[in-house]
């Protein structure tokens, strides 16, 4: 009995301080374990959830875990102070060409002209990119294979509707390699994760292509993007706008100008057409594309200080856009900034309106439960010059530079190593 | 007499005067330089020149150093106040020989593309680190260097495929010294050298085969670092002068580190660097620790070349761009005019490409400018630690056989009015 007392007390001993230890766990996990990255002390634009302000932003399990004033720091593994910073969903860069690839005859699908997006993104605050129309149905499994499941940036893509994508201009002319059938079956049924639209481009004839991808738009029920610029004379683009897109299609490249081939937004006594206000407001929406050749300050400043804005900010990278005027989505958007936009308007317009327009509403923000995909940027003040494809330059006092970026939970880039201890701090030096 | 020798005397002057100023006024007109560099600090260590001096440039060539460059004598000037300019940087150490194969160097994803980063940090060589072997170094020539803004040169390696993986890449049978040599001999304006890379046995064939190879060409080895059967003094031994020990500062299980538990560089490295052998940095993902980099440096082992092991799995850590690695060099106690000249005409010497990293007349235009940026920065090693620094270069302009490739703020540019 006394045996069996001492067992049974023993026993309950046993037991009481398991749980003890079990709940010390628990709540220790609770507290000291439950965050597992906080950025601490810096400035949110969160254009989504309307927040402009100081706030901590918590990540657990590579997802927003909460965004708040003052989140204490022993709750988190590490703590990131970005006191002084702009934290921000990470950028959606719209419009890029990263099938890259070494086929010879090709220029833009598989080919050199196009690059890995890895080494422009995490370093300019993209998490996300969206390649516009290099490939079509019949080479986009091999641009997946190839690059977008190899990449650690998110890839999403428009669907060329010519088939074999942006091989050459000259194939890019094949009407009937334009198969709306075909390509809207490859959304639907094949990669409805991956493609968010359609993409019409290079095209030297009348509308048959614009029409032929909107027949495509409609049938996979996605936006069509439309670089429309190769006709001699320019084909209309108010007819364009009013006969041939639909509310929520994409026209690109908006500030280009080359008025032999391609009718611009802004007239030559520098007015915006009165058309594109109204095409605006029908739900075309306007895409900046600035790439090698599509960029003007003679449109695009006209055009902001007479009220019409590009519903989203995105580079059109390539071989031939990345060491020009363009450099990199930071330096883009540090350009709208110098011409007089704000810096909220400016992420609005390259996170959570680009996601909007692709239907893509779990991206662009840093709603709780969300993908962690983050940006933090330093405003750096000084004197600095902004260029377009015209070798015309504009002088500025802002630029953005990207300070850190994560991709779902991950650091993929921190260029002062703020996320880093100090070397001697492991020895016990400091 | 008197008269009228002067009345002789003044139109003969007002003649001549004529004469030369139309011929002066000709001179200028006609532009004799395409850019004309005005206000900057020149760097060029080749020809001893580290003071304010104006730099011309014509048919992709130098044209003309001098204190003072009169501005209508070019049809461009560009003004770099306040700005450094440098010779057109060598990076030795990339891997650039990119493709479609999946998790592999030699034409697959794992390389990256020159242009992507080279000119965006004042770079206009790169020099592969044997990514290519003589059996595919045909095809990295015509899907990269041949399509490729940046001079792109090679180290040959003794692996016929290259980094190709293993178990290929270690395949002592396809090590062929003459052969390596011969393509050497048959490409002499893209390979600069012979490369011993990955082999994890204690077969020191490998390496003999490359040395041979090397002998053979007359060029140097360049020794990588994953060779784990070898010990570090038995490479270094082997070693010529002139040949290239990368991953310096490296402190992984595949090569021993250069420095002792007690913080003291090894006997043997000291004695290899007396003997000529050259260390590069070979920055990499993984190749670069300050526990080995700062006591190095401060008992005097400098790096020779500043290689950043470029590619796909180094570009977003602590290296991240050719610039970045001579900064935090910079911020390590090395002075700006220290990393400028071993990472321009230092390295040309080392890869014997004497015809770059400098500025003398009639060399090719290969032309870096930078802004030295004050601030607060913080570089980063392969350990993840960090240590911080003041200033930072940043490239604002990069000139290739005389064509502006880079232009961070529009100094080529003229300014947009709204017209």
């Given at each position: ?72 720091a ?85 669907l ?13 002319q ?9 390509t ?63 509310p ?27 058309f ?10 306007f ?20 009220g ?102 991950r ?7 703020i ?12 | ?15 001549l ?35 304010p ?18 501005p ?16 057109g ?7 650039v ?12 994803s ?15 060589t790169?020099?592969?680190a ?29 692996a ?21 040599a ?63 020990l ?29 003997r ?13 620790w ?7 440096l ?30 935090k ?38 032309i ?33 056989a ?5 232009d ?5 540019a ?6």
């Open positions: 009995m006394l045996h069996f007392n001492t067992i049974y007390k023993g026993t309950v001993q046993l037991v009481l301080t398991g749980a003890f230890i079990f709940l010390n766990a628990v709540s220790s996990s609770l507290s000291a374990q439950e965050i597992d990255i906080l950025l601490k002390g810096g400035h949110v634009i969160d254009p989504k959830n309307g927040i402009d302000a100081v706030m901590d932003v918590g990540i657990a399990n590579r997802k927003i875990h909460q965004v708040a004033a003052n989140i204490p022993n709750q988190a593994k590490q703590v990131i102070d970005v006191t002084g910073l702009y934290v921000t969903p990470g950028l959606i860069d719209m419009h890029v060409h990263v099938f890259h690839g070494t086929e010879d005859m090709s220029y833009i699908a598989d080919g050199h002209t196009s690059l890995p997006p890895d080494g422009f993104t995490f370093r300019s605050g993209v998490t996300t990119v969206v390649d516009a129309g290099s490939s079509g149905w019949r080479n986009f499994r091999l641009f997946k294979d190839q690059t977008i499941d190899r990449s650690q940036t998110r890839i999403l893509a428009f060329n509707i010519v088939g074999t994508g942006m091989y050459g201009r000259f194939e890019e094949d009407v009937s390699d334009m198969n709306p059938t075909m809207a079956h490859m959304i639907t049924r094949l990669f409805p994760e991956v493609l968010v639209g359609i993409k019409s481009a290079h095209f030297w004839g009348g509308f048959t292509q614009v029409d032929l991808a909107v027949e495509a738009g409609t049938l996979a029920n996605v936006p069509v993007m439309v670089d429309f610029g190769e006709h001699q004379p320019p084909n209309s683009i108010e007819d364009l706008f009013m006969k041939h897109l639909r929520g299609d994409i026209f690109t490249h908006t500030y280009s100008y080359g008025p032999a081939n391609r009718e611009t937004v802004v007239n030559e006594d520098l007015q915006v057409k009165p594109i206000f109204e095409a605006q407001k029908r739900g075309i929406i895409d900046v594309g600035h790439g090698g050749g599509a960029f003007s300050f003679r449109q695009a400043i006209p055009s902001l200080q007479q019409f804005l590009p519903d989203v900010i995105s580079s059109d990278l390539h071989k031939d856009s990345m060491n020009g005027a363009f450099k990199d989505m930071a330096n883009l958007l540090s350009k709208f900034m110098n011409m007089g936009m704000s810096l909220s308007d400016v992420i609005l317009r390259s996170t959570w309106k680009p996601a909007q327009v692709l239907s893509r509403e779990d991206l662009g923000h840093l709603s709780v439960g969300t993908e962690a995909d983050i940006a933090v940027f330093s405003l750096r003040e000084g004197k600095f010059g902004f260029q377009d494809i015209r070798r015309t330059k504009i002088e500025g006092t802002q630029k953005l530079e990207a300070e850190l970026t994560i991709r779902a939970g650091i993929m880039w921190d260029l002062n190593g996320s880093a201890p100090h070397w001697e701090t492991e020895l016990g030096k400091k | 007499m008197k008269d009228t020798a002067r009345q002789f005397c003044m139109p003969h002057r007002f003649f005067f004529l004469f030369f100023g139309i011929g002066i006024g000709t001179v200028s007109l006609a532009q004799v330089h395409d850019i004309i560099l005005v206000n900057g600090h020149l760097i060029d260590a080749k020809n001893g020149l580290n003071e001096m104006d730099v011309a440039i014509l048919d992709g060539k130098i044209s003309k150093i001098a204190k003072k460059i009169l209508e004598e070019g049809k461009r000037v560009i003004d770099v106040h306040g700005l450094i300019i440098s010779p940087l060598i990076d030795p150490h990339t891997h020989y990119v493709g479609e194969k999946p998790r592999t160097f030699s034409g697959g794992s390389s990256v593309s020159p242009d992507d980063f080279t000119f965006r940090s004042g770079v206009t790169v020099v592969d044997g990514t290519s072997g003589w059996r595919n170094f045909e095809d990295f020539k015509a899907s990269v260097i041949d399509v490729s803004q940046t001079r792109v040169l090679a180290f040959l390696n003794i016929g495929g290259g980094m190709q993986g293993n178990p290929a890449q270690e395949d002592i049978t396809d090590m062929n010294p003459e052969i390596t011969q393509l050497i001999a048959n490409y002499p304006q893209y390979l600069v050298g012979v490369k011993i890379g990955h082999y994890a046995g204690k077969d020191w064939t490998p390496f003999d085969r490359a040395l041979e190879a090397a002998n053979l060409a007359n060029v140097p080895l360049l020794v990588e670092c994953h060779l784990p059967g070898y010990s570090l003094a038995d490479q270094l031994e082997r070693m010529r002068p002139g040949d290239i990368s991953h310096t500062y490296e402190n992984i299980r595949d090569r021993e580190p250069i420095i002792d538990s007690l913080e003291k560089l090894l006997p043997e490295v000291k004695a290899a660097k007396v000529g052998v050259l260390f590069d940095v070979s920055h990499g993902g993984a190749g670069f300050f526990d080995q980099a700062i006591p190095a401060r008992q005097g082992l400098t790096p020779d070349t500043f290689g950043t092991d470029l590619h796909r799995f180094s570009m977003n850590s602590g290296m991240k761009n050719f610039a970045n690695v001579l900064s060099f910079m911020a390590m106690g090395m002075s700006l005019e220290a990393v400028l000249t071993q990472a321009s005409w230092k390295t040309a010497e080392a890869i014997k490409q004497e015809d770059i990293g400098h500025l003398s007349v009639e060399a090719v235009a290969d870096a400018i930078f802004r030295l940026r004050d601030g607060a920065f913080g570089f980063v090693d392969s350990a993840g630690q960090r240590i911080n620094g003041k200033q930072l270069l940043e490239t604002e302009l990069t000139i290739r005389g064509r502006v490739v880079y961070l703020n529009g100094l080529s003229s300014p947009y009015h709204n017209n």
